[in-house]
């Protein structure tokens, strides 16, 4: 059975995304194995400067890499990434387990991915041009997931 691991920045500080998050983990149950690894979101000096915004990154950076599995497919979510529909999502997942017995997800902080990070993906892939919350981000892809994973056994699910 393929493992999915979603690497986070940042906890949830709402009961509802746990909430949702807990209720699409628990769908995946029957088609793979997920994990949410979360990293310690850095905090930003008042006043930050762009060095100090470069800092965070890297030191969230240096984290997410000590936590991908070794031999995995390692795909980034960056705002710069390709786009896919669900189906070529659905298709992505399907070629990628075909090579890989686990799929790294990332999701990084406020501040996006370091540098190295993005580096390191096999992948990137993006939910569009829009910002959305970390939060959000990690309960979209777990939806997403669930989606490709019921697409790709040609079961059916809304639309």
């Given at each position: 059975?393929?493992?999915?691991?979603?690497?986070?920045?940042g906890?949830?500080?709402?009961k509802y995304?746990?909430?949702?998050s807990?209720?699409?983990?628990?769908?995946?149950?029957?088609?793979?194995?997920?994990?949410?690894?979360?990293?310690?979101?850095?905090?930003?000096?008042?006043?930050a400067?762009?060095?100090?915004?470069?800092?965070?990154k890297?030191?969230?950076?240096?984290?997410?890499?000590?936590k991908?599995?070794?031999?995995?497919?390692?795909?980034?979510?960056d705002?710069?990434?390709?786009?896919?529909?669900?189906?070529?999502?659905?298709?992505?997942?399907r070629?990628?387990?075909?090579?890989?017995?686990?799929?790294?997800?990332?999701?990084?902080?406020?501040l996006?991915?370091?540098?190295?990070?993005?580096?390191?993906?096999d992948?990137?892939?993006?939910?569009?041009?829009?910002?959305?919350?970390?939060?959000l981000?990690?309960v979209?892809?777990?939806?997403?997931?669930?989606?490709?994973?019921?697409i790709?056994?040609?079961e059916?699910?809304?639309?």
């Open positions: 059975m393929l493992d999915i691991r979603i690497i986070c920045v906890k949830f500080k709402e995304w746990e909430a949702a807990a209720e699409y983990i628990k769908r995946l149950g029957a088609y793979c194995n997920v994990s949410v690894t979360e990293i310690k979101e850095e905090k930003l000096p008042a006043n400067s762009a060095a100090d915004e470069r800092n965070v890297e030191a969230e950076g240096r984290a997410i890499l000590a991908l599995s070794k031999g995995g497919a390692v795909i980034a979510m705002i710069r990434g390709k786009e896919l529909s669900s189906e070529d999502f659905a298709d992505k997942i070629q990628t387990a075909f090579t890989h017995s686990t799929i790294d997800f990332i999701i990084g902080g406020s996006g991915l370091s540098d190295e990070v993005i580096r390191r993906a992948f990137r892939m993006s939910f569009g041009r829009i910002t959305l919350p970390h939060q981000a990690r979209v892809l777990l939806e997403q997931i669930y989606r490709a994973f019921k790709n056994a040609g059916t699910y809304h639309k």
